[in-house]
C-alpha cells in the first residue's frame, strides 16, 4: 500500500460513556499502539492492551477502533498513538523469488516511523 497519510494520533475527550474510539491509520500489530489517558490533573498513564482495551481492525489501511473496558471519565483525555517498533524485520534471500507485499510493508513501516518521529521526538 502507499502511505498516504500522516496522521499517526488521534485524541478523544472522555465523558465517562463512550467506550468505542476509532483511529484512522495502519498498524500492523495492536501492540503497535500506544494509549494514553490523561487526566484533569494532567498525569498521564500509560493503558494496556488486553486490561485496558482491545483493537479491532489490525492490519486495515484504514484503521479501526479501539474499544476501552472502562470508557474515559469526562475529563479524562485518551490519545491513540502509533508507535512503530525500531526494528526492521524483512529478510530478503538472495534467488529466492521477490515478495513485493513483504518490501511494501518494511517500506510502509519505515514511513511510519519516521512520521512518528517527525511529529512527536520522544
Do not use: C, W
Not at 465523558?15 to 500506544?34: H, I, M, N, R, W
Not at 489501511?61 to 470508557?71: D, E, I
Not at 483525555?77 to 517498533?85: D, E, N, S, V, Y
Request: glycine share 10%; net charge negative.
Amino acid at each position: 500500500m502507499t502511505v498516504s497519510s500522516s496522521t499517526s494520533k488521534v485524541q478523544y475527550n472522555g465523558d465517562g460513556s463512550t467506550a468505542v474510539f476509532p483511529y484512522t491509520f495502519k498498524v500492523f500489530d495492536q501492540e503497535d499502539l500506544t494509549v494514553i489517558i490523561r487526566s484533569v490533573t494532567g498525569t498521564e498513564i500509560t493503558q494496556t492492551v488486553g486490561t485496558h482495551y482491545t483493537v479491532s481492525g489490525v492490519g486495515g489501511a484504514g484503521g479501526g477502533n479501539l474499544t476501552m473496558l472502562t470508557p474515559p471519565a469526562s475529563g479524562e483525555q485518551l490519545t491513540i498513538l502509533r508507535k512503530q517498533g525500531l526494528v526492521q524485520e524483512l529478510d530478503l534471500v538472495p534467488n529466492a523469488p521477490f515478495p513485493a507485499h513483504s518490501l511494501e510493508d518494511a517500506l510502509d513501516k519505515l514511513t511510519f516511523t519516521v512520521q512518528h518521529h517527525s511529529q512527536d521526538p520522544d
